[in-house]
């Protein structure tokens, strides 16, 4: 049966009472009412009253009713009551229920891990934390509005409550579950703040960290970069440079910084100009562990130029101490030990049997104008070379005669593809210097 709202119990006493009262006097004061009669009040379903008591029809207004129909409409009235008051209890129950179920499915997802554990925001089933922002700051916020969305519905609830019937009738067990669920719910989501606070913290100092070493980065990048572009700032081009070696000591040098791989055949062409005496020294030296002389072109005292593979000697019929520019190419392969000298574009000599079948170790130290006695030093004074060179480039085949001709007289450009003649791959020491070089027409001109 329906439960009345609370104090309606005394109204419908009083009144049932009072209508028995009316009832007793009016039968005492009737003429045609036997003494002693009395009224006998029975409660019967609605439906049922027309069927076992017919009722009088309802008097128009003005009209004075009966006690018993008075009492009838009366009951009839509060039925209806009674039947509203059901329905509005009842729509607010299924609020209740299902305030009750989504509270119960957040707290039912209490305890799984990761960003599932928010993955439907209450009451909308919208997907609020499957997709995380990529800043946390925007997570924070959107959990913040989901929260005081679930608050501000709530609140409409509680209103709506208050207003159809009072909060104080609802059962006490029922009250103190939706507080502690909801005290619960609001423990969770601080938690999860909390979590994703300290997440944001971790997410900042990596970012710093990722920022300090991309800087560094990019500071000693600068650096090389100005540093390049101070040490081109003479220079045209990477490759329009001249080093000087104006005096015959054993500490003026230039360094290949590039090493050489293993060669079973190489070309060697450079530019360059001496008048030094007797002989113009080492032009350049590449020296490998266990073989300073793995490769040497050398003009020491009155010898002629020479050519040394792996400490085998093969004398070269080449004139380069007139103090002119002249354009000098050296080919050798292993197979036979063949070689081929050139001087300004013309093949001078050729040979064999030059440490045929010995492959250019790799690794070693290339050095322009002095010779090494070990890897990289021991240099000796009267074997440094005195003057200027200029595009020395290396190769790791036998260039054709024509490349070669060409190479020299100025109509072909052709960088070493082992080691080719730039600015950033030659470094000079004690005192050794570059320079500016003239075109490679003036060289010609020189000639």
């Known amino acids: ?55 009088p029809p309802v008097p128009m207004q003005g009209g004075a009713l009966p006690p018993e129909e008075e009492l009838k409409a009366t009951v009839l009235q509060l039925r209806e009551t009674v039947l509203q008051q059901k329905e509005t209890i009842g729509s607010q129950r299924e609020a209740i229920r299902e305030l009750t179920g989504k509270l119960s499915r957040c707290e039912s997802a209490d305890g799984k891990s990761g960003t599932g554990t ?45 207003a159809n019937v009072s909060y104080a009738a609802l059962p006490n067990d029922l009250r103190e579950m939706l507080q502690r669920r909801l005290g619960d719910l609001e423990r969770q989501l601080l938690s999860k703040v909390a979590e994703l606070e300290d997440e944001k913290s971790l997410l900042h100092n990596e970012t710093s960290a990722h920022r300090q070493k991309t800087e560094t980065a990019l500071n000693a990048l600068l650096e090389r970069v100005s540093e390049l572009e101070k040490g081109n700032s003479a220079f045209k081009s990477p ?41 113009i020294g080492t032009p350049f030296s590449y020296a490998v562990p266990g073989q300073a002389n793995e490769i040497v072109l050398i003009e020491w005292g009155n010898n002629p130029i020479e050519l040394l593979i ?25 197979r036979d030990g063949m070689w081929e000298a050139f001087q300004d574009g013309e093949k001078l000599g050729t040979g ?14 290339l050095i322009l104008g002095q010779e090494q006695d070990t890897v990289g030093g021991r240099f000796d004074a009267t074997q ?19 490349d070669i001709m060409n190479i020299a007289n100025c109509s072909t450009n052709m960088p070493g593809n082992i080691i080719p003649w730039v600015d950033n791959n030659v470094d000079v020491f004690g005192g050794a210097t570059k320079w500016p070089v003239e075109t490679c027409e003036e060289r010609l001109l020189d000639l």
């Not at 009072?18 to 006097?25: D, I, N």
């Not at 064999?352 to 130290?365: F, R, S, T, Y």
């Open 239 to 279: 490759d329009e440079f001249k080093v000087s070696l104006p005096l015959r000591t054993n500490y003026l040098y230039g360094k290949i910084k590039k090493t050489l791989p293993e060669l079973y055949a190489f070309t060697i062409c450079l530019w360059l100009r001496s008048s030094a005496s007797p002989g």
């Open 352 to 365: 064999e049997n030059l440490a045929p079948w010995h492959p250019i170790k790799p690794g070693g130290v």
């Open 384 to 402: 440094a070379f005195v003057g200027e060179m200029s595009q020395f480039n290396i190769w790791d085949r036998v260039l054709k005669a024509e």
């Open 118 to 162: 928010w993955k439907k925001e209450l009451g909308k089933g919208k997907d609020t934390m499957g997709d995380l922002p990529r800043d946390p700051a925007q997570v924070i916020d959107q959990l913040s509005r989901t929260m005081q969305t679930l608050k501000d519905r709530l609140e409409s609830l509680e209103h709506q409550l208050r």
């Open 1 to 55: 049966s329906p439960r009345l709202p609370a104090g309606m119990l005394p109204v419908i006493t009083g009144l049932l009472l009072a209508v028995a009262a009316g009832g007793r006097g009016s039968a005492a004061g009737d003429q045609e009412s036997p003494p002693g009669s009395r009224f006998v009040c029975t409660s019967l379903p609605l439906d049922a009253a027309g069927a076992g008591c017919p009722l």
């Open 310 to 334: 792996n400490d085998k000697v093969a004398q070269l019929p080449l004139f380069i101490s007139d103090g002119k520019w002249h354009h000098i190419c050296i080919t050798w392969t292993t």
